[in-house]
């Protein structure tokens, strides 16, 4: 009986061992079938809501192909909001790589053992509670009786505060309710996808090369700027992948923090939610894809991904 | 160009180096001479490549100082210091072109964009890899990689040159070749070389001078004709070459006073059992018997258990013999032989077998 069965097992194993291309077509069924059916098809069907238009004096969506829709995301009010979300974008990624890269320097090359295991731990520890909780914690530490505006009393530079706060665009009536605010916690949020990115790539470059650097006569900040950030870069844009697209996507934050004015991720709620605009909705969720796909041809022409 | 009066252009005085408890370099004294091809022997962990890295500036003394061309050079960064490295791993850029890898040095330096080519192309020649100047190093073979090394270091004209282990990664025939042509560039830019390894072939091969090193400290400095044949410890008999050690009452019986000798294994000649051998009180003669022999085509290596129960290595040429005439050696009684000059008397024992 158990005879017969291991027998046939055996006979099956042989079987896919002289067939590696069924063996191999079994085990990417079920991971492809998920990628083309859930993942591309549903990608497919928002791009093709986009081009549909919904009838003002019906409120039903008209399944004829059509660029009015895209044609209303240009109008002055939809344009700021894809404007305004690029730039808080463009600006958390800027920040992240510029707080990311020294923290990600520091793990791949002076930390070991207890200290590795202490970075990892503070990079991604955060990510283990919940993104609400941070993120409602974030308001209560940036509001106007929060910890961030004692703290910063308690140095006496409250003024200074003030002065920023008043500032046009960037401020607003407190820190929770500013971009500025708003800025912190999507730096914030997003660091980790930046950090460890980077991390990986600067632990692929050997030391010896830093030495040669310096042995040809290279200063620190020489040798930075022609070998490590070169080789670095590719990092440096896979974590930017992560800072950007998110900050791109995010609802909630933005309807949390800040001002009142929309996001990206808040128009396509709107939209879709109460609005019942599906084709808007989703022409603006194309934005942030079409984006993306900019952004990875620019970095593509920068030589990003040579040394991949 | 050295100033008149410093011919030294490395020097070593009484220089530490600690890696936590273990003092991988350990009080060294050295003179590496200007323009001479000077190499650091020793197995792994006998502190050869921290003593380069001092040279380069990777590593800091702990204390004693080190002096390069006569000036204090212990505290210089890598970046000042008229010092180039071939490394192991030859660490070239791999986002840069070999062209771009070997003007590296002179666009540092701002050597402008037209005449850095130049210099990079003629130093390419000089190592026969001109024609691949626009590959990226993945696309080199080992063997090309390691020239363009030494094109990235030679370009820029230091007084000395380091090589860790250039041709560690190649394989022998590449190897020999190596040897020759890097020996024979040394000759022709006249630039001081400071070469480690831990191949004793190669360092008798390619060096002006050598100095041993074991467990951090110099055990023999000299050339290598001096190394060889005088050790001046068991250690460096063993490592440089191979070698016979004589202790105890054989010693005493063949050398006529106590202590340690070693005698290389060329050294000793092998006669018939019985056989009258010339030169009366020069040579010191033993009886024993063959108990292993192995035929290695142009020699042979017999080990010979003699009288008071030492073994003795003996290596023989193939002149006459052939390998059945080896094979017959198994197990027959023999004489040996050898001048008692050719006998060195040992300081020191420490790692010998007992």
């Given at each position: 009986m158990t005879g017969a069965a291991s027998s046939a097992r055996r006979r099956l194993s042989s079987f896919l061992l002289a067939r590696p291309r069924l063996a191999l077509a079994i085990l990417l069924a079920p991971p492809l079938s998920w990628l083309g059916a859930v993942y591309l098809g549903s990608l497919a069907s928002l791009l093709v809501q986009s081009f549909f238009t919904l009838d003002d004096y019906t409120g039903q969506v008209v399944r004829e192909l059509t660029l009015s829709t895209y044609g209303q995301l240009l109008t002055a009010a939809n344009l700021d909001i894809v404007l305004r979300t690029s730039a808080m974008a463009a600006a958390v990624t800027v920040a992240a790589a510029a707080l990311g890269f020294p923290l990600a320097s520091l793990a791949a090359r002076h930390a070991r053992g207890r200290m590795r295991a202490l970075f990892y731990l503070g990079v991604?520890?955060?990510?283990?509670?919940s993104y609400l909780v941070r993120l409602y914690a974030w308001k209560l530490i940036l509001a106007r009786e929060g910890v961030a505006t004692w703290f910063v009393q308690r140095l006496g530079l409250l003024g200074a505060l003030e002065a920023v706060l008043e500032l046009p665009v960037v401020g607003g009536p407190s820190l929770s309710a500013s971009y500025l605010g708003m800025f912190v916690v999507f730096v914030y949020m997003w660091l980790p996808y930046m950090v460890l990115p980077v991390q990986a790539a600067l632990e692929r470059v050997p030391p010896s090369l830093l030495e040669a650097s310096g042995d040809l006569g290279a200063r620190p900040a020489a040798t930075f700027r022609h070998v490590t950030w070169p080789l670095a870069f590719p990092g440096v844009v896979a974590g930017s992948i992560f800072t950007f697209s998110l900050t791109l996507g995010d609802y909630i934050i933005p309807g949390v923090i800040g001002q009142s004015n929309l996001f990206i991720g808040q128009a396509v709620v709107i939209h879709q939610g109460t609005a019942g605009n599906i084709p808007l909705a989703a022409a603006f969720s194309m934005v942030p894809i079409a984006i993306m796909a900019g952004y990875l041809a620019v970095a593509r022409r920068l030589g990003a991904f040579h040394a991949l | 160009m050295s100033p008149p009066g410093h011919p030294v252009a490395v020097r070593f005085d009484g220089v530490v180096r600690r890696f936590g408890d273990v003092r991988a370099v350990d009080s060294v004294n050295l003179e590496i001479l200007d323009g001479e091809f000077f190499t650091l022997l020793g197995p792994s962990g006998s502190g050869k490549t921290t003593c380069l890295r001092l040279i380069a500036g990777f590593e800091r003394p702990d204390g004693g100082r080190l002096f390069l061309h006569g000036a204090d050079s212990g505290a210089l960064p890598p970046y000042e210091r008229d010092v180039n490295t071939v490394f192991q791993d030859y660490a070239l850029f791999p986002h840069m072109t070999v062209e771009q890898n070997v003007a590296y040095g002179p666009m540092i330096r701002g050597v402008p964009r037209a005449r850095r080519r130049r210099l990079a192309m003629e130093a390419l020649e000089q190592v026969k890899l001109a024609e691949l100047a626009a590959r990226k190093p993945a696309q080199l073979s080992g063997g090309q990689r390691q020239r363009v090394a030494l094109a990235r270091a030679l370009v820029n004209r230091p007084r000395v040159l380091l090589l860790d282990?250039?041709?560690?990664?190649?394989d022998l025939k590449l190897r020999q070749q190596m040897q020759v042509e890097l020996k024979a560039l040394q000759r022709q830019v006249g630039i001081t070389f400071v070469y480690v390894t831990h191949d004793q072939e190669e360092a008798l091969n390619m060096s002006d001078r050598l100095a041993v090193m074991r467990a951090g400290a110099i055990e023999q400095v000299g050339a290598p004709g001096e190394v060889y044949e005088e050790p001046r410890t068991w250690f460096v008999a063993s490592f440089v070459g191979a070698s016979n050690l004589l202790t105890g009452p054989v010693a005493l019986k063949l050398m006529g006073a106590p202590g340690a000798y070693s005698v290389r294994p060329e050294k000793i000649a092998l006669h018939q059992a019985g056989a009258e051998v010339q030169g009366g009180g020069d040579r010191a003669v033993l009886d024993g018997r063959v108990v292993e022999v192995a035929y290695l085509g142009a020699l042979s290596r017999a080990r010979v258990e003699i009288e008071g129960g030492a073994t003795l290595t003996v290596v023989l040429q193939n002149a006459d013999a052939g390998h059945r005439d080896v094979a017959r050696m198994q197990g027959q009684p023999v004489r040996l032989s050898f001048r008692r000059d050719q006998v060195r008397a040992l300081e020191a024992t420490e790692g010998a077998p007992a």
């Open positions: 991604l520890l955060p990510l283990w509670s | 282990e250039p041709l560690g990664a190649l």
